[in-house]
C-alpha cells in the first residue's frame, strides 16, 4: 500500500518505519523542515534501540521517504495516518489544535477513496470531529479509524512489530478490510485484531494507560506503607504478583512515572470525565501519589542531611525509563531541581540522555563522563533511572571516590544488606529504612 504518516515524532517514525519494513511504500511526512532535511540524511532525532537502522535500511530500499510536502503525499496515498502531538492542554485535556489542522490539509489534498487513520492519543469523539473537519474541505469519499498505539518506549520496535493486539475503531466495512490488510503481516502469531467502534478504541488507550499508572501509584502507597511498619515492599510486591489474578507487571515502587505518556493520559481521561459531569476519584488519586513519590528521594536526603546547601550529590540516570532519552516529566528533573534549590551542586550521569538534559537545564548541573566521574566526591549517589550499566558498578571503586557513602535507591535495585557490608548508608523505596 502507499501510505503518508503525518508527524515525524516518536509514534509516527516508528509505525512509518514498520509499516515500511513489511513492503509498504511509506512517507513521513512533517512541517519541520530541518527535522526532514536531518531525517534525509539518515540522522534520527529521538533515541529508540534498532530504529536508526530500521530506517536507514527501508530509506535504501526507497520504501519510507520523509518530505515537507502534505498535499503530495496524501494525495498519493490510500492510507493517511495522523500521528501529531497531543499536549495537554490548560484544563488537562489533551489539545487538539495539530490534530485537526492536519485534518483540514488532508481534505484539502486527498483526490480518491482514503483511509485516515488516527494514531495519535486523542480522547472520545475526536474521530467524528476529524471527519467533521475533512467533510467540510472534500467531496471525496474517505473513512476515519482511530488506531491508537501502545508503544513503550525502548521496546517500541517489538511492541508494534510483534504486538500483543491492535485496536482497530470503525463502523465501515471497506476501512475495516483495508486496515486488516495493513497489520496481517504483524499479527501472524495469532494476537488479535480488536474491531470496535472508534470512541470506544480512543477509550481504550486511555484506559491501558490510567490502569498501568494505578498500578505504580498503588505499589508507591504500599511502599511507604512498609517503611512506616518496618516491612520490605520487595516481599509484599512477590507474595502479590504471584497470585494470577495480579501478576507482576507494573507492581514495582520507586520514583514515580513519568514520559509521555502516563501523565498526560491520566489527565486527559480524567478530563474527558469532568466533561461529561462525572469526577473519576481514583484517577485524581494516581496523581496525587505520583506526585508525592517523585519528591521521595529528595525528602530522604533531607531527613539525613538536614542542610544540602553546599553539598555535592551524584544522580544516575535522568531519563524517565532505561532505553530512552526522552526525560519528559522524569522524576530526576523533579529532585534536580529540589537539590539545586536546596543550594546543592548536582553531577549527572546518563548513557543516553545528557545532551537531552543540557538543553533542559543547561549549565546549573555538572554533566560527567561516566558514573564513576558523577559519583567523585558526592556526599550521596541518587539512582533514578535503571539503566543496566548502574545495576552492577563497582561499589569499593564508588565507595572510594564519594566524600561519604550515602546512596539513595529510587528504584529498589541494589541488595541494602550488601551495600551496608561494604560501609554504605543505604535508602530504598519502602524498604523500612
Known amino acids: ?18 509499516f515500511a519494513d513489511s513492503g509498504n511504500e511509506v512517507v513521513c511526512v ?22 536508526d537502522d530500521l530506517i536507514h535500511k527501508n530509506a535504501q530500499a526507497r520504501r519510507l521517504e520523509f518530505s515537507t510536502d502534505l498535499a503530495a503525499s496524501v494525495s498519493r496515498s490510500e492510507v493517511v495516518f495522523i500521528a501529531v502531538g497531543t499536549p495537554e492542554g490548560e484544563t488537562g485535556g489533551a489539545d487538539l489544535r495539530h490534530v485537526l489542522a492536519a485534518a483540514r490539509q488532508i481534505g484539502q489534498s486527498i483526490r480518491h477513496y482514503t483511509v485516515v487513520v488516527n494514531k495519535s492519543t486523542v480522547p472520545a469523539g ?52 483495508v486496515m486488516a490488510e495493513l497489520y496481517a503481516p504483524f499479527v501472524r502469531t495469532e494476537n488479535p485484531v480488536l474491531f470496535m467502534d472508534s470512541r470506544s478504541a480512543e477509550i481504550t488507550k486511555y484506559a491501558a494507560n490510567a490502569m498501568l499508572a494505578a ?17 520490605d515492599v520487595d516481599f509484599v510486591r512477590k507474595g502479590m504478583g504471584a497470585d494470577k489474578r495480579i501478576g507482576y507487571p507494573f507492581l514495582f515502587p520507586g520514583v514515580g512515572y513519568g514520559g509521555s505518556c502516563f ?3 491520566v489527565k486527559a481521561l480524567a478530563a474527558t470525565a469532568r466533561e461529561h459531569g462525572l469526577e473519576l476519584e481514583l484517577l485524581h488519586a494516581v496523581e ?17 542531611f538536614g542542610s544540602l546547601s553546599g553539598r555535592t550529590f551524584a544522580v544516575w540516570g535522568v531519563s524517565f525509563k532505561p532505553q530512552t532519552d526522552d526525560v519528559r516529566e522524569a522524576s530526576s528533573l523533579v529532585l534536580i ?65 564519594m566524600k561519604t557513602p550515602v546512596i539513595f535507591d529510587g528504584r529498589n535495585v541494589y541488595d541494602p544488606a550488601r551495600l551496608r557490608e561494604k560501609g554504605f548508608v543505604y535508602y530504598g523505596i519502602g524498604r523500612g529504612a
Open 30 to 51: 512533517d512541517i519541520d523542515e530541518a527535522k526532514i532535511q536531518a531525517l534525509q540524511c539518515g540522522l534520527v532525532p529521538v533515541y529508540e534501540p534498532g530504529l
Open 288 to 304: 496525587r501519589i505520583n506526585d508525592r513519590q517523585k519528591r521521595v528521594l529528595l525528602q530522604k536526603a533531607l531527613k539525613h
Open 215 to 231: 498500578r505504580i501509584s498503588f505499589m508507591n502507597d504500599i511502599a511507604m506503607l512498609c517503611e512506616h511498619v518496618g516491612a
Open 1 to 18: 500500500m502507499r501510505i503518508a504518516v503525518i508527524g515525524t515524532g516518536y509514534v509516527g517514525l516508528v509505525a512509518g518505519t514498520c
Open 337 to 401: 531541581e529540589g537539590l539545586l534549590d536546596a543550594g546543592a551542586t548536582v553531577q549527572v550521569y546518563d548513557p543516553v540522555a545528557m545532551p537531552v538534559l543540557q538543553r533542559t537545564l543547561g549549565d546549573r548541573v555538572r554533566c560527567a563522563r561516566n558514573l564513576y566521574a558523577a559519583a567523585e566526591g558526592a556526599e550521596g549517589l541518587f539512582l533514578v533511572t535503571e539503566w543496566n550499566e548502574f545495576r552492577q558498578p563497582d561499589f569499593d571503586q564508588t565507595k572510594a571516590i
Open 126 to 177: 475526536t474521530a467524528d470531529k476529524v471527519r467533521e473537519v475533512i467533510a467540510a474541505n472534500t467531496q471525496v469519499e474517505f473513512d476515519v479509524v482511530s488506531n491508537p498505539e501502545f508503544l513503550k518506549e525502548g521496546a517500541a520496535l517489538d511492541d508494534f512489530l510483534k504486538p500483543d493486539r491492535v485496536v482497530i475503531g470503525t463502523t465501515s466495512e471497506r476501512a475495516r478490510r
Open 263 to 265: 501523565p498526560k493520559d
